[in-house]
């Protein structure tokens, strides 16, 4: 949703009906994840998309007829399926796809939503999108970290358990279909919930500012990062020379990490890309980094000498060998990459393929699923 987030609160704020049709689980290799959104708007333009092409047509004419019905629909696309067939799902995925009807009376928690992504509030969005009584279906609840829960999906036992799986959700930054019990029974079936978790940003955290980070952190901005370039040298770390990043900030590298961790602004979800190759900013700011208790990614820029001599260095400035082997250095990829803007690329392939366990070999190459599941959480389905 946040992608078409404008143009819904748009239609919105002016009264209109919009046909909202959302990706709420993905099977196999589905082209899109769970969360993606195309719009039906009054004017009957089409905004976004849930499954880059395949399915747009047929999700289209669904939204126009539950704008017109007001009930809303959970449809299953799939290469099963006849109808996908039809409308063009080759490509080997299953997509269950809810539609509902949007506006101010249907939907008037929008404006809350929009307040906290604007604000970079963490907030979940629960929708009931299946159940055996007609009467919840699309029911939904807002679950903030810290705070009792907004609306109520029908029952204390439902809501309660939503709002766990969902501050869950919130903490890993991803959107899921969760199942339970009609009444919201652990070990149930028969209600289907989709949450969307609308988490900040993952932080990016670029260490040197060089032209290299300089393309780091455009294709960071582009995988939706916020990010943040780091030099201790006020005359190259400046927003004129890096336009894509969120903030510039001149500090020494390692003072600036430590209070970065120090006011909780560290997470499981943050990468580090040390580009400086320099020992006397990399090896403080790697002293830091590799004792950080939980973070995604921490890449070294550097030549094989260079990684070997730091190896060294930290070593004798008393890191492990466990704390080590979380480096990745020398950072990213072989592809070959010469440029900043390859090499960028190199980097932001190693991140991607750590996050979701990928083997970085070419797909054709490779055998089995291409598209590997997220890490699972409680009755996700």
Same mark, same amino acid.
């Given at each position: #949703?946040?992608?078409v987030?404008p143009?819904l609160?748009e =239609? =919105?704020r002016a009264?209109e009906? *919009?046909?909202?049709g959302?990706?709420v689980?993905t099977?196999q290799?589905?082209?899109r994840?769970?969360?993606?959104? #195309?719009? +039906?708007?009054? @004017?009957?333009?089409? +905004? ?7 399915v747009e !047509?047929a999700?289209? @004419? ?10 809303p629909?959970?449809?299953?696309? !799939? ?16 997509l269950? +796809?809810y539609?509902?009807k ?6 008037p928690?929008?404006?809350?939503v929009?307040?906290d992504?604007?604000?970079?509030? &963490?907030?979940a969005?629960?929708? +009931? ?7 919840w279906l !699309?029911?939904r609840?807002l679950?903030?970290?810290?705070q ?11 809501d309660d ?6 501050l ?14 009609? @009444?919201?029974?652990r ?5 289907r919930v989709?949450? =969307?978790?609308?988490?900040p940003?993952?932080r990016?955290l ?6 290299f980070?300089?393309?780091v952190a455009?294709v960071g901005?582009?995988?939706g990062y916020?990010v943040?370039?780091? $030099?201790?040298?006020p ?7 890096f336009?894509e ?6 500090e020494w590298p390692h003072?600036?990490l ?6 909780g602004? *560290? ?10 190759h320099d020992?006397?900013f $990399?090896v ?8 950080? @208790?939980d973070v995604?990614? *921490?890449g ?9 001599d730091r190896?060294?260095?930290l070593?004798e400035?008393g890191?492990? $060998?466990?704390?080590?082997?979380r ?6 990829? $072989?592809?070959?990459?010469?440029t900043?803007e390859e090499?960028?690329i190199? *980097?932001?392939?190693?991140i991607?393929?750590g996050r =979701?366990?990928?083997s970085?070999e &070419?797909l054709?190459a490779?055998? !089995?699923?291409?598209h590997?599941p997220r890490p699972?959480?409680?009755?996700e389905?």
């Amino acid at each position: #949703m946040r992608e078409v987030l404008p143009e819904l609160m748009e =239609w =919105w704020r002016a009264g209109e009906t *919009i046909g909202v049709g959302t990706v709420v689980a993905t099977f196999q290799s589905a082209p899109r994840p769970a969360g993606a959104s #195309m719009l +039906v708007g009054p @004017d009957g333009s089409a +905004v976004g998309s849930v499954s880059g092409g395949c399915v747009e !047509g047929a999700v289209y @004419d669904l939204a126009q007829e539950v704008v017109e019905d007001g009930t809303p629909v959970l449809k299953r696309y !799939g290469i099963s399926d006849e109808t996908a067939f039809s409308v063009g799902l080759t490509c080997g995925g299953i997509l269950d +796809v809810y539609v509902e009807k949007v506006n101010r009376e249907t939907f008037p928690e929008l404006e809350e939503v929009a307040a906290d992504l604007e604000a970079g509030r &963490p907030v979940a969005l629960a929708t +009931v999108v299946e159940h055996p009584d007609p009467a919840w279906l !699309g029911r939904r609840v807002l679950v903030r970290p810290d705070q009792e829960l907004s609306g109520t999906l029908g029952s204390p036992r439902a809501d309660d358990a939503v709002r766990d799986d969902a501050l869950g959700l919130l903490e890993s930054g991803h959107n899921a279909t969760l199942g339970y019990g009609p @009444d919201g029974e652990r070990r149930g079936e028969g209600m289907r919930v989709f949450v =969307w978790a609308f988490a900040p940003k993952p932080r990016m955290l670029v260490f040197g500012a060089i032209d290299f980070a300089a393309a780091v952190a455009r294709v960071g901005s582009f995988l939706g990062y916020h990010v943040t370039v780091c $030099d201790a040298r006020p005359v190259f770390a400046t927003s004129t020379r890096f336009p894509e990043a969120d903030e510039v900030v001149v500090e020494w590298p390692h003072r600036f990490l430590e209070a970065e961790r120090e006011a909780g602004r *560290i997470d499981s979800r943050t990468v580090l890309c040390v580009l400086t190759h320099d020992p006397k900013f $990399d090896v403080p700011l790697l002293e830091v980094a590799l004792r950080l @208790d939980d973070v995604a990614y *921490i890449g070294a820029m550097g030549s094989r000498r260079t990684h070997e001599d730091r190896i060294t260095r930290l070593k004798e400035a008393g890191l492990t $060998d466990d704390e080590i082997a979380r480096l990745s250095s020398p950072i990213g990829l $072989d592809l070959g990459a010469r440029t900043p803007e390859e090499t960028a690329i190199s *980097i932001a392939a190693e991140i991607v393929a750590g996050r =979701w366990g990928g083997s970085g070999e &070419p797909l054709g190459a490779t055998s !089995g699923r291409i598209h590997h599941p997220r890490p699972r959480l409680g009755a996700e389905v």
